[in-house]
């Protein structure tokens, strides 16, 4: 594709599913969505219910911030708009202020147009694999169309906000949030390892994945 590098793709075998070969269009695409598609979140804890609370309307700042932190390089989705094209067209006022119209319309009315859902799903063969007969040996990108995309920023960083100032989030959830990065997984392992050593302790730590998510746990 004229997007990335050219090179060399593997010769792929048939994909094995559930024992069987994915020879049927519908078959392979099974197998990938199953595998791609299907994680499940099981809440451990009941969630107790908070007051609720209003939405505050977006400000020019929140799409200004939002937008200038988007690489020009990235590609487009089925609407071939580019953030370098979304850059120029906020420079017209109007333009610019429809935007922040529409990302409030969406909240107030409770309702994400059709054209946000819309993209277009590559399954891309990871390099250097012994086989490519299983799903796992390749990893699909997903391109959505870009208005959508600027507006799920805008509206990431202000749940975000709400979230943390109103303590919804576990102080050990440390990915996914600003000031909580692997960096902070690091200090925070570092710090029980040596409070160990203090104790005349030893630590251990187990890791495993469940369903897509990384978990650790540090004794």
Request: hydrophobic residues 40%.
């Amino acid at each position: 594709m004229n997007w990335i590098k050219k090179r060399k793709l593997p010769a792929i075998e048939a994909i094995q599913y559930n024992s069987c070969s994915c020879i049927k269009l519908e078959d392979l695409w099974e197998a990938l969505h199953n595998s791609f598609n299907l994680a499940q979140i099981y809440l451990l804890e009941e969630i107790l219910d908070k007051e609720v609370m209003s939405w505050a309307s977006f400000s020019k700042a929140e799409l200004i911030n939002a937008i200038n932190r988007c690489n020009n390089s990235s590609t487009p989705g089925p609407d071939k708009l580019s953030w370098r094209h979304l850059k120029k067209i906020v420079k017209n006022k109007e333009c610019f202020n429809k935007l922040i119209d529409i990302a409030d319309i969406c909240i107030n009315l409770g309702h994400w147009s059709s054209h946000f859902k819309t993209l277009t799903t590559i399954i891309i063969p990871k390099s250097n694999k012994a086989s490519y007969d299983s799903t796992k040996s390749f990893c699909p990108i997903v391109l959505l169309n870009t208005t959508g995309k600027l507006f799920e920023k805008m509206i990431r960083e202000q749940l975000q906000f709400l979230s943390i100032s109103n303590n919804f989030i576990h102080s050990c959830q440390l990915g996914r949030l600003k000031h909580r990065s692997t960096i902070n997984a690091e200090v925070a392992l570092t710090h029980f390892i040596q409070l160990g050593w203090v104790k005349n302790l030893s630590t251990s730590m187990v890791t495993f994945n469940i369903a897509q998510f990384l978990v650790f746990s540090i004794t």
